[in-house]
């Protein structure tokens, strides 16, 4: 069993050293806070942590599960488990980086990646698949000392109804942050299990700066038709192991920071189906979902490899803690951040996509990776 240490005293000040401690030991670490929770949970992995050949979720003791978007997962083991209760005013306050973007890089990548969207569209109208999803970069330099800790609760305080975390696996060699609104694969302890299908993308920010409302939002038939391709594969794993027992809810428009989406939720009663292997062998077959890849899967796989000259590595991957308090909380890991640090230079990566349909207009689809870059870059830039 993990070391649980609770207080209503300590602050992101105090978890500091302890980052910067276990940076230089080479442990793994993970902090994060779950979706409207009040509660933020600092994990230590002395070892580092460990590649995994196996989802058997429900055999694991309690960790921290955080996997590419194509390879094998790292697990973080409990050894040291934080639970620390979110002090409201504990304001961070203005951000001490002043960051330097690259206009003519920043140029090369539009081209590059309306190129590819166009290049996509043609693709899809030859039937080679029905959907793909590119995603680009775009990095930035900053001056100084970067603090995880003190971003992370940036963060958390912009973005109450989202997953966010910071995490490091030495292996990896980088810092990782994410503001996600997308649950993978999640159960309670009472045995009720959750995905969602995620998709279709609008600012939720009108023209005269206001933030326009769910109900009021309007949706287009490409962003109607993305979110049912993600439906549809999800149900299409459920038959691969002939689950019929689900109630489907949706879809409805969903804020997340400064967009908006188009939801659906799809629930299971894992205890009353006996089916407690439910988390791991789902995890198995929907990663990675059409959300992040595209239809048929291994079509648009194969496209990506092509399209994209990045490495994903985390990006569109999943994470999360599992088997704290016999609960599993799994999310895809949208809107995020790769910090690398060295001799007084931190350099930034941001990392975000969209789905491309027959219907996708390129500019407008390098406009919705804009907006969600910036849900990461208001907080940290700004």
């Given at each position: 069993?993990?070391?649980?240490?609770?207080?209503?005293?300590?602050?992101?000040?105090?978890?500091?050293?302890?980052?910067?401690?276990?940076?230089?030991?080479?442990?793994?670490?993970?902090?994060?806070?779950?979706?409207?929770?009040?509660?933020?949970?600092?994990?230590?992995?002395?070892?580092?942590?460990?590649?995994?050949?196996?989802?058997?979720?429900?055999?694991?003791?309690?960790?921290?599960?955080?996997?590419?978007?194509?390879?094998?997962?790292?697990?973080?083991?409990?050894?040291?488990?934080?639970?620390?209760?979110?002090?409201?005013?504990?304001?961070v306050g203005e951000s001490m980086l002043t960051p330097k973007h690259n206009a003519e890089e920043n140029e090369q990548k539009h081209q590059h990646f309306t190129h590819w969207v166009s290049e996509s569209?043609?693709?899809?109208?030859?039937?080679?698949?029905?959907?793909?999803?590119?995603?680009?970069?775009?990095?930035?330099?900053?001056?100084?000392?970067?603090?995880?800790?003190?971003?992370?609760?940036?963060?958390?305080?912009?973005?109450?109804?989202?997953?966010?975390?910071?995490?490091?696996?030495?292996?990896?060699?980088s810092t990782w942050l994410c503001a996600t609104p997308e649950t993978l694969v999640e159960q309670n302890a009472q045995g009720i299990f959750r995905t969602i299908a995620l998709a279709g993308t609008q600012?939720?920010?009108?023209?005269?700066?206001?933030?326009i409302s769910p109900q009021n939002a309007r949706w287009s038939q490409k962003e109607i038709e993305e979110q049912a391709y993600v439906c549809r594969y999800i149900i299409e794993c459920f038959k691969k192991?002939?689950?019929?027992?689900?109630?489907?809810?949706?879809?409805?428009?969903?804020?997340?920071?400064?967009?908006?989406?188009?939801?659906?939720?799809?629930?299971?009663?894992?205890?009353?189906?006996?089916?407690?292997?439910?988390?791991?062998?789902?995890?198995?077959?929907?990663?990675?979902?059409?959300?992040?890849?595209?239809?048929?899967?291994?079509?648009?796989?194969?496209?990506?490899?092509?399209?994209?000259?990045?490495?994903?590595?985390?990006?569109?991957?999943?994470?999360?803690?599992?088997?704290?308090?016999?609960?599993?909380?799994?999310?895809?890991?949208?809107?995020?951040?790769?910090?690398?640090?060295?001799?007084?230079?931190?350099?930034?990566?941001?990392?975000?996509?969209?789905?491309?349909?027959?219907?996708?207009?390129?500019?407008?689809?390098?406009?919705?990776?804009?907006?969600?870059?910036?849900?990461?870059?208001?907080?940290?830039?700004?």
């Open positions: 069993m993990p070391n649980t240490l609770s207080s209503t005293t300590t602050s992101l000040l105090d978890w500091e050293q302890l980052w910067q401690n276990t940076l230089q030991k080479r442990g793994g670490m993970a902090v994060w806070r779950l979706p409207k929770s009040d509660k933020r949970y600092f994990l230590v992995d002395s070892s580092g942590g460990e590649k995994l050949g196996s989802l058997d979720l429900e055999t694991f003791p309690a960790g921290f599960l955080v996997a590419p978007f194509m390879g094998l997962p790292y697990f973080l083991k409990a050894e040291t488990l934080l639970e620390e209760s979110i002090i409201q005013e504990e304001v569209i043609k693709e899809i109208q030859t039937g080679h698949f029905q959907k793909v999803v590119l995603s680009r970069t775009d990095e930035v330099e900053f001056p100084g000392d970067f603090s995880t800790l003190k971003a992370f609760g940036q963060l958390c305080q912009a973005y109450p109804n989202a997953f966010v975390c910071a995490l490091y696996i030495p292996e990896l060699g600012s939720a920010i009108d023209p005269q700066g206001e933030i192991i002939r689950l019929r027992e689900y109630q489907e809810i949706g879809p409805k428009t969903i804020l997340a920071g400064n967009l908006l989406h188009l939801k659906t939720e799809f629930t299971v009663d894992t205890k009353a189906l006996n089916f407690s292997q439910l988390p791991g062998i789902l995890l198995s077959l929907l990663h990675p979902t059409s959300a992040v890849c595209g239809t048929p899967k291994e079509e648009a796989i194969a496209w990506i490899a092509k399209a994209e000259k990045h490495a994903r590595e985390l990006y569109s991957g999943y994470l999360g803690p599992i088997n704290l308090g016999e609960e599993i909380h799994l999310f895809v890991n949208l809107r995020t951040v790769k910090v690398d640090q060295s001799e007084g230079k931190c350099r930034a990566t941001y990392f975000a996509g969209c789905g491309i349909t027959e219907d996708s207009d390129p500019e407008k689809e390098w406009q919705e990776t804009v907006m969600k870059c910036q849900t990461l870059q208001r907080v940290l830039e700004n």
